[in-house]
Nanobody, 126 residues
Framework: QVQLVESGGALAQPGGSLSLSCVAS????????FGWFRHAPGKEREYIAC????????YFADSVKGRFTISINDAKNTVVLRTDNLNPEDTATYYC???????????????????WGQGTQVTVSS
């Protein structure tokens, strides 16, 4: 019943920035937790960020901490992941995800999500 659509992926230069948007439609709860994953060819899928619609808690993987930020709108249906100081290692398909089940806060060691978007491609190259 819930669908996620990502947008904003593009070709960026090293040191550049992109804003990735995730819009949720359909039946959802304000408390639902949103996450971002990325998957690059030859690499394992990586859990990189989370934001909670319930308490605003966030999580960032060490690989992106200090460079990426995440926000959620008041309607709790749009999440923006801002990526700063991009490097070629950030090249990947980025997926927005959402959990419709508890827990609703973000935990570093809990990465279960049951709704996935189609992905948006980020390429960092000079």
């Amino acid at each position: 019943q819930v669908q996620l659509v990502e947008s904003g992926g593009a070709l960026a230069q090293p040191g550049g920035s992109l804003s990735l948007s995730c819009v949720a439609s359909g039946s959802k709860k304000d408390d639902d937790r949103f996450g971002w994953f990325r998957h690059a060819p030859g690499k394992e899928r990586e859990y990189i960020a989370c934001i909670s619609g319930w308490d605003g808690s966030t999580y960032f993987a060490d690989s992106v901490k200090g460079r990426f930020t995440i926000s959620i709108n008041d309607a709790k249906n749009t999440v923006v992941l801002r990526t700063d100081n991009l490097n070629p290692e950030d090249t990947a398909t980025y997926y927005c995800t959402m959990s419709t089940r508890s827990p609703y806060r973000c935990y570093a060691d809990y990465d279960e999500y049951d709704v996935w978007g189609q992905g948006t491609q980020v390429t960092v190259s000079s």
